[in-house]
């Protein structure tokens, strides 16, 4: 079985400059060319690219949700590489990387059992509704 391993990283946000770039669109391609191709260049190969929402603090009480574009990158782990263990290429990068768990099959649950005839009461929950 093939492990990989994943890192999230945010997606650019503004476009680089170069004589070769002249409009907007070019300038952030530029960007996320330059991105993919490092990343390439440490064996990352492109997953894909996802917004999620992220709740932020407003104010002292509240809350608002942001919409955060993050790219998603994996590689293949090397036979003998430990489990969540990085070369720390990415140490300090704030750049978050994680192996894929291996999981284990769960418990099996089948029917909950009563002697026969009985069941488990239902009603209400709050004993004040069930006097009105």
């Known amino acids: 079985m093939t492990r990989y391993e994943f890192k999230v990283v945010p997606a650019p946000t503004r476009g680089e400059k170069s004589r070769a770039a002249k409009t907007t ?76 768990p291996v999981l284990a099959p769960g418990p099996r649950l089948g029917a909950a059992e009563y002697p026969e005839g009985l069941a488990p009461a239902l009603g209400p929950a709050n004993p004040r509704l069930a006097a009105e």
């Open 25 to 100: 669109s070019e300038r952030f391609a530029l960007a996320l060319t330059n991105l993919m191709n490092e990343l390439g260049r440490e064996g990352w190969d492109y997953v894909r690219a996802d917004t999620l929402p992220v709740d932020e603090r407003a104010g002292f009480t509240g809350t608002k949700t942001s919409f955060q574009n993050m790219l998603v990158f994996r590689r293949v782990i090397e036979a003998g590489h430990e489990f969540g263990r990085d070369s720390g290429r990415d140490s300090g990068s704030g750049v978050l990387s994680a192996a894929e």
